[in-house]
């Protein structure tokens, strides 16, 4: 299958999980995960008509990111791998989203890195919503704590939450973290009306069902679209 029809298929998985749901049809986005991946594949999912990628690595996203602005493709670069402090300029600098904040001072250096010529970048935190030791991401207690310090940034815009829930193959446990993630997301809409919180990034290939039944208003899908990932380039 080429990355053309796989895109396609997850596209129609998309809609059909959506139909069940009972919810629009355009509820949710796909954000392809292209880390590893060379820019011929990611340009092949663009001429699919994908615009929103993924990526985990700082300085091989910044590569891609300028290797499609000088070819005057213009593309959504989302950030979702963990972010160490002497990194931030780059993120605040090149992409578009940061899905994985944590922590104040990231939060701080962002908005203090942020071109004041570019758009705010938009924010999702972090939950650690299977509380796994080894996995990034706040507590959920210490949410509208980080929130309401975002709020207060004017390089940033919060646009609501992330998670990545331990894997499990028992269906009744995926849907328990996401529905606690939905809870969470709902908490955060209702706390800052005035904002656009309008983001649940969660689900990815495995999952992808579960978290569309849940809630979820982005999946990140990256072998599904363009193969098992090489790590020993």
């Known amino acids: 299958m080429t990355i053309q029809q796989n895109i396609t298929q997850i596209q129609t998985q998309i809609n059909y999980y959506l139909d069940q749901a009972n919810r629009p049809q355009s509820a949710v986005k796909l954000l392809a995960v292209s880390k590893t991946k060379p820019v011929d ?23 891609k990111i300028s290797y499609f602005q000088q070819q005057h493709i213009e593309l959504e670069w989302h950030f979702i791998g963990p972010l160490q402090s002497n990194k931030t300029r780059l993120v605040a600098e090149h992409f578009d989203w940061m899905q994985t904040l944590d922590r104040i001072k990231i939060a701080d250096r962002l908005n203090e890195q942020r071109p004041y010529y570019k758009a705010p970048l938009n924010i ?30 004017p390089h940033l815009r919060l ?5 990545i829930p331990a894997p499990t193959d028992d269906i009744q446990q995926q849907e328990q973290a996401f529905n606690a993630m939905n809870a969470l997301f709902i908490e955060l809409q209702q706390s800052f009306p005035d904002a656009q919180i309008d983001t649940l990034s969660m689900g990815m290939t495995d999952d992808m069902a579960s978290a569309i039944q849940c809630g979820s208003t982005m999946v990140r899908i990256g072998t599904a679209i363009f193969g098992a990932r090489n790590y020993h380039k």
């Open 41 to 63: 594949a990611i340009l092949a999912a663009y001429q699919a008509g994908q615009i929103a990628f993924g990526e985990n690595y700082v300085q091989e996203g910044i590569d």
């Open 124 to 153: 999702l935190i972090q939950i650690n919503i299977s509380d796994e030791n080894s996995k990034s991401g706040i507590v959920p207690s210490e949410m509208l704590t980080l929130a309401k310090h975002i709020q207060n940034l």
């Open 159 to 163: 646009r609501g939450l992330m998670a």
